[in-house]
Nanobody
């Protein structure tokens, strides 16, 4: 199983970016999917997550600005980031809780995509 993240880049404060993360491989079922981020010198924190049923939760710092969604047919999760701030600068990691035909459920991580917001 692999997760491939894309969509990061350098933007100015107030602009938008859309991150994507596609899961591939011997997938039987995907439960939750989502995004963490890690700024330099800080711990990795949850940004947003979405269940297979579409329920979402997100960090207070991004509520009203970031929207998480998923396309279950494509095994893909998205993070629409609007009104970006310099404090949003971090490496963003996608994750997915995946069941394969041999493993009940395991958490998989994408490779990380860098988002840099200049002031």
């Amino acid at each position: 199983v692999q997760l491939q993240a894309s969509g990061g880049g350098l933007v100015q404060a107030g602009e938008s970016l859309r991150l994507s993360c596609a899961a591939s491989g011997s997938i039987f079922r995907i439960n939750a999917m989502g995004w963490y981020r890690q700024a330099p010198g800080k711990q990795r924190d949850l940004v947003a997550a979405i269940t297979s049923g579409g329920s979402t939760n997100s960090a207070d710092s991004v509520k009203g600005r970031f929207t998480i969604s998923r396309d279950s047919a494509r095994n893909t999760v998205y993070l629409q980031m609007n009104s970006l701030k310099p404090d949003d600068t971090a490496v963003y990691y996608c994750f997915a809780d995946i069941a394969t035909r041999t493993v009940v459920v395991s958490m998989y991580w994408g490779q990380g995509t860098l988002v840099t917001v200049s002031s």
